[in-house]
């Protein structure tokens, strides 16, 4: 590897490894909660809709 290529990922690596810290991380979390959390309960609720649905077509009642 070359002396520019080994600076070149030196420096990438230390911009990393500054660039993310734990407040940085969680505070990107905190903002993307909002959406996770209902998008949890449509993949739930949407389950147990096609179970319901699957069973209903050969008379069951499964839930």
């Known amino acids: ?3 520019t290529a080994a600076a070149g990922m030196t420096n990438i690596i230390s911009q990393l490894t500054t660039g993310i810290t734990s407040a940085g991380l969680f ?3 905190a903002e993307i909660i909002p ?3 209902p998008m ?3 993949a ?3 389950k147990v809709l096609r ?5 209903a077509s050969k008379g069951k009642a499964n839930i």
């Open 40 to 42: 949890i309960g449509f």
């Open 44 to 46: 739930f609720g949407y």
């Open 27 to 29: 505070g990107t979390v």
């Open 35 to 37: 959406f996770v959390i």
């Open 51 to 55: 179970k319901a649905v699957k069973g």
């Open 1 to 3: 590897m070359s002396e």
